[in-house]
């Protein structure tokens, strides 16, 4: 699907289709994983919830004296997400025990079949004839 929606992009914006072509090992690495994991993987939803938490603390200062006064506050927000991280877990152990040992190999990424290729394409024809009606208004 990842290579669908490259090819199509490349006849609108052929530049873009190279960046996703040189970032699709990256973009694609959670897929050498067993499937349960992929949503964790993929998503940074922890990035997020750390960049809100020191948004909030720093909407509650509104003011800063110095940048070592900024400093200070975001390491003591990303000290305490530590503390609450090192007391959880973000994969249960029945997950963890998902992943193949050393010197296994992992389980693979699954191909997708025709069909589900072509409603990808299909969606993506809609959304490029969508946004082309946008932009001509």
Request: hydrophobic fraction near 40%; charge should be neutral; charged fraction near 30%.
């Amino acid at each position: 699907m990842y290579h669908v929606a490259r090819d199509m992009l490349r006849g609108a914006c052929p530049k873009a289709a190279d960046v996703l072509e040189e970032a699709e090992p990256d973009a694609l690495a959670y897929l050498d994983f067993p499937p349960s994991h992929w949503k964790r993987l993929r998503t940074n939803n922890v990035q997020e919830r750390a960049n809100r938490e020191i948004k909030r603390r720093s909407r509650m200062a509104q003011v800063f004296p110095s940048m070592a006064s900024l400093i200070r506050l975001a390491g003591a927000a990303m000290c305490d997400l530590d503390e609450a991280w090192a007391s959880s877990r973000y994969f249960s152990e029945v997950r963890m025990r998902e992943l193949p040992g050393p010197g296994e190999a992992p389980a693979g990424r699954p191909a997708p079949s025709g069909a589900d290729l072509e409603s990808v394409k299909r969606v993506i024809e809609a959304s490029l004839e969508l946004a082309d009606k946008v932009e001509d208004r």
